[in-house]
């Protein structure tokens, strides 16, 4: 069995090999060949942690596994990232465990993958303005991965603290890019690009903010109750995209419009039927797309897939007996 830790995986692993396994992932999932299992997450009522299992099979790749983990709010004052992850790959054709990998930095780098894959298929060829709201642990993953897709030559950004854009800022002046804080009004009629990656409870972005032919990435929303843009108005002008329909409806962006009957479950188009060519996507320069990343676990065993392939290749995977 192979054992990758975390601190190996930011030698190892690039936006770009991220961008490959999800975009890979995503075709397979619409294709039928790959599916997710249910998630299981459960209040354990210890350390009033969050812990569950994302997991799933890809038949055409054989990735077999589950990511275990979840936030456990207490860690930051023990030195340690509040979110937790490890993923676990087994052999498809004998169910033995193949690999351990470290999760924590394979999550911020297959979530901002996911956001930059739907760029890449959906956005304005000429987009040139890009909109980040929120400035947590993922931002500038989400900055750096969707920077790459277009030519874009500033970004704009909005936080509920603008205190906290600093970080953004940097990363964005790293790239080269002019980085400005602003208001909503003024990031969404800017931006030709959106990306909302927090951990609100409401409508942050609503359809007064958002111009024709802007594409929105609304990655932060991956549980219950979350929501990041406007379930109504918003949701009527967009054509809608997602990574899996069933997680979209339950626990992603598209359970408020769903639950308030503005859509229906056919209204949404995986992502990975467009990439397969199964779907246009974007039909005019005009058309809002909205992608609700909901975070699968077949992202997960796709970039551990890839990360083990590069520490043997680096040799830096520990093998051990088991
Ligand atoms: P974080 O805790 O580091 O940052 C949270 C961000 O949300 C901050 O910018 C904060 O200002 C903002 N925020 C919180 N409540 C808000 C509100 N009511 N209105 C406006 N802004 C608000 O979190 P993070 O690690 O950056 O993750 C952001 C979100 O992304 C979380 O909801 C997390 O669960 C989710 N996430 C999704 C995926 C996925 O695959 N889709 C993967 C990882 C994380």
Redesign the pocket.
Known sequence: MIIVPEKEIAGLMTAEAAFDAVEKVFASMAARTAYNFPVIREAIGHADALYGFKSGFDRAALNLGLKSGGYWPGNAQKGLT??QSTIFLFDADTGKCRAVVGGNLL??L??AA?AAVSVAHLARKDAKVLGI???????AYQMRAVAAQRPFERVVAW???PE?LEGLRKAAEALGLPFESVSLEDLGAASDVIVT??????A?LTSEHVKDGTHIAC?????KG?QEVDADKLIRRSTLFTDEVAQSVTIGEFQHAIIDLTIRKEDIVELGQVINGDHPGRTSEKEITIFD???VGL?DLAVASSVVDLAVKQGVAVEVEF
């Open positions: 509040n979110h999550t911020a297959r979530t996911a709201v929120g400035a947590g642990h993922q931002a936080n509920r603290t906290k990656i927090t951990s609100s409870f409401g942050i990655m932060g929303t991956d549980t979350k990343g909901t975070g992202q």
